[in-house]
T-cell receptor, first 113, second 114 residues
Framework: EDQVTQSPEALRLQEGESSSLNCSYT??????LFWYRQDPGKGPEFLFT???AGEEKEKERLKATLTKKESFLHITAPKPEDSATYLC??????????????FGTGTRLLVSP | GAGVSQSPSNKVTEKGKDVELRCDPI?????LYWYRQSLGQGLEFLIY????????KSGLPSDRFSAERTGGSVSTLTIQRTQQEDSAVYLC????????????FGPGTRLTVT
């Protein structure tokens, strides 16, 4: 069964203190891994898609990387506005296409000034 | 442009009542998804519509749940005889043809069953 596990559940950083969030996955044939950001009371906002081991994507202070077993979301010199829950997801199953995404439970990030 | 909209934003209902949740996708998006997000749980896929094809209902948790999409646009998720375990945030997302992984989410409907 396809599974996504994120760690830590919560992370508290000081402004400027870099760190990484982890997403480990078990899936029968990876066809992509997706990162989303979710602010309280809002729907998830798409950030990145990674397709193959070794791939990296960057957006402002965020960089996502992918290995054969896990993905990392690196946050460099975070600011308070980076505070949110970060979700990781993979497409479910071999023959279901992209439409079914299996999500992890997320990492709640709080960046203090 | 306008994003995905959902209504109502909050719904409180008594156990046993039926509820309808509405989703207006981004104009021109052919794919529409419903997910459920319970406290401490990840987003749970419920149902998927793509154009005029038959919907993928494999994620619906019971036959009390149903959804329809009229005219390839607006969708309604109906929960009959609500139970307390149905309390959750129901999220709708849409995506354009050819990039279904980039799902654009609405703000959700928070359903509370008392």
């Amino acid at each position: 069964e396809d599974q996504v596990t994120q760690s830590p559940e919560a992370l508290r950083l000081q402004e400027g203190e870099s760190s990484s969030l982890n997403c480990s996955y078990t899936v029968s044939g990876l066809r992509g891994l997706f990162w989303y950001r979710q602010d309280p009371g809002k729907g998830p906002e798409f950030l990145f898609t990674l397709y193959s081991a070794g791939e990296e994507k960057e957006k402002e202070r965020l960089k996502a990387t992918l290995t054969k077993k896990e993905s990392f979301l690196h946050i460099t010199a975070p600011k308070p506005e980076d505070s949110a829950t970060y979700l990781c997801a993979v497409p479910a199953g071999m023959n279901t296409g992209f439409q079914k995404l299996v999500f992890g439970t997320g990492t709640r990030l709080l960046v203090s000034p | 442009g306008a994003g995905v909209s959902q209504s109502p934003s909050n719904k409180v209902t008594e156990k046993g009542k039926d509820v309808e949740l509405r989703c207006d996708p981004i104009s021109g998006h052919t794919a529409l998804y419903w997910y459920r997000q319970s406290l401490g749980q990840g987003l749970e896929f419920l149902i998927y519509f793509q154009g005029n094809s038959a919907p993928d209902k494999s994620g619906l948790p019971s036959d009390r749940f149903s959804a329809e999409r009229t005219g390839g646009s607006v969708s309604t998720l109906t929960i009959q005889r609500t139970q307390q375990e149905d309390s959750a945030v129901y999220l709708c997302a849409s995506s354009p043809m050819g990039s279904s992984y980039e799902q654009y989410f609405g703000p959700g409907t928070r359903l509370t069953v008392t």
